[in-house]
């Protein structure tokens, strides 16, 4: 079965520093992947998204993601976090057939001044 | 416009009481999708509409009636809650049901008293 593994359930990082979060898929195929960042009470945004080309992808608020398919992963990265990224950060893969969303349990991140 | 709007932000209800959620998008997508999350949890998919038709449903209580009058609009019926149902409903769409970006709403807060 298509699942998303996001291994980290909290982190905290201080202003400025750099920071990955995780993301494990498990598909069959190509995967389509996508990360999300939700900040409390509010909706999803699309920060970034792999559907195939270049692993390395950029994506808005300087965050960038690498797909690696040997790892079967999709690690989300920033370089200098800001106060304004704390939230909840979510991986998502399209499953096939149905096209529906799996996502991954979350990560929410704290920033400390 | 590149934005989903979902009213009312807020709402409050008793268990007897009959509302209806509203979302509304003006990109030209055809479908629609409904969402339920619970603190601290990924959105749960509820519902999906493609062409105004429903495509999915995730074995939804009746207690909750998805409709769309027309292309840009979907509405969520509800009626006869339970306490459990207070969460956050999120409404998306995209451009077709398939290997598409999903553009989410801000969510309706609900409380079920």
């Known amino acids: 079965a298509q699942s998303v593994t996001q291994p980290d359930i909290h982190i905290t990082v201080s202003e400025g520093a750099s920071l990955e979060l995780r993301c494990n898929y498990s598909y069959g195929a190509t995967p389509y992947l996508f990360w999300y960042v939700q900040s409390p009470g509010q909706g999803l945004q699309l920060l970034l998204k792999?559907?195939?080309?270049?692993?390395l992808v950029q994506g808005i608020k300087g965050f960038e993601a690498e797909f690696k398919r040997s790892q079967s992963s999709f690690n989300l990265r920033k370089p200098s976090v800001h106060w304004s990224d704390a939230a909840e950060y979510f991986c998502a893969v399209v499953s096939s057939g149905t096209y529906k969303y799996i996502f991954g349990t979350g990560t929410r991140l704290k920033v400390l001044a | 416009d590149t934005e989903v709007t979902q009213t009312p932000k807020h709402l409050v209800m008793g268990m007897t009481n009959k509302k209806s959620l509203k979302c509304e998008q003006h990109m030209g997508h055809r479908a629609m999708y409904w969402y339920k999350q619970k603190a601290k949890k990924p959105p749960e998919l509820m519902f999906v509409?493609?062409?105004?038709?429903?495509?999915i449903n995730e074995s939804v209580p009746s207690r909750f009636s998805p409709e769309c009058p027309n292309s840009s609009l979907l509405n969520l019926h509800l009626h006869a809650l339970q306490p459990e149902d207070s969460a956050l409903y999120l409404c998306?769409?995209?451009?077709?049901?398939?290997?598409?970006?999903?553009?989410f709403g801000p969510g309706t807060r609900l409380t079920v008293l």
């Open positions: 509409y493609s062409y105004e038709k429903l495509s």
């Open positions: 998306a769409s995209s451009h077709v049901q398939g290997v598409n970006e999903q553009f």
């Open positions: 792999y559907f195939s080309g270049d692993t």
